[in-house]
């Protein structure tokens, strides 16, 4: 709108202060008025198409040029001895189509706006007696052509570098949101559970290393929960891996909806899972664990309309700073094969000699 505004409204003043013609400024700017209407409808128009881009240019500067064939007679008449240096902003709106097109179309609509101000000078001066030498004008506008010609191709190869380095950019912007995403999946890959989507054992042995270095520095106790899954190599023998699968992913919903998220719910291997509990003593622990399995075991879950019992069994522990990570897990492990001796479907806190 501004590259309208100083031709139509500063040149227009200019021409009326200096005396070049008695038409009243409102005209003038009423023409902007117009122009900023028309500007206002390419806009809705951009934002109306989806993924614009700059090759759907011409067809902008189409509807431009169109415009400058309506508007600019009429503006350019009305300035009357001032129509030379009016056509001259004129013809300058329209160096930037080398940006958008060949330098043959560019010509071609140079020579048109030019065509159109001889016209309008040829009215002016035989047949509305405005003052001016119309041979003047012609030779004014013939000189004028190849110097907006040349004008445009400095236009077009600025433009047309500007963007290029745009277009680099927005592809370098992408590029890297890509790259962050593929680093984010791979960060994700190498920390869970394909399937079930839990953390997997080199992560959790990473989590666990933190979290006894936070108890030494809290002096806070942590729990450590093994799960397994009762009867499992049946459900996978009667009903297929595929039904197995289901029944972990089932599992391992269950544990992340009753433990708290600064708890980490890992899947160890095979149908056994592990949850490490930090600020957590084993009193505490064996009441949010025992209330986990007793939600597995009432749990409904079914494979192509057939009702599959889950059960599970856990052993459980208490860790300190000073404890032993290698020897947390066998304790643990040792608590879970006395819960699976004991009838399974339960969880030892405690050893078999305690």
Known sequence: MLAYAVPTCLYSGVTIALGFTSTPYLYFVLIYLVTVLFIGGCEVYIRNVDNFTYELGPKILLGQV??????????????EEGR????LFALTLLVYTFAYSSLKIAIALNTFVVSGYIF????AIYLLDQKGSFRHEVLLMASYLPVSI??????????????????????????????????????????TDELTGLLNRRELNNRMEYELTKAQRKKTKISLLIVDLDHFKKINDTHGHHCGDLVLKYVADCLKQHFRNTDSVARWGGEEFLVLMPDT????????????????????????????????????????????????????????????????????SKSANS
């Open 84 to 87: 030379a240096g009016g056509l």
């Open 120 to 123: 309008c000078a040829y009215i």
């Open 66 to 79: 169109l415009y400058c064939a309506a508007i600019f007679p009429i503006w350019l008449l009305l300035l």
């Open 150 to 191: 040349v004008i445009g191709q400095v236009g077009s190869k600025l433009a047309q570098k500007k963007y290029s380095v745009k277009k680099l950019l927005n592809e370098q912007k992408t590029t890297h949101l890509h790259l962050e995403e593929t680093l984010i999946k791979l960060k994700e890959a190498a920390s």
């Open 281 to 348: 003593n084993l009193e505490k622990a064996e009441q949010v664990c025992s209330r986990a399995l007793h939600s597995l075991s009432k749990g409904e879950f079914y494979y192509n309309t057939h009702p599959i019992k889950i059960t599970a069994s856990a052993g459980l522990c208490e860790m300190d700073h000073k404890s032993d990570p290698e020897l947390a897990l066998h304790i643990a492990d040792e608590r879970l094969y006395l819960a699976k001796t004991k009838g399974r479907n339960q969880i030892i």
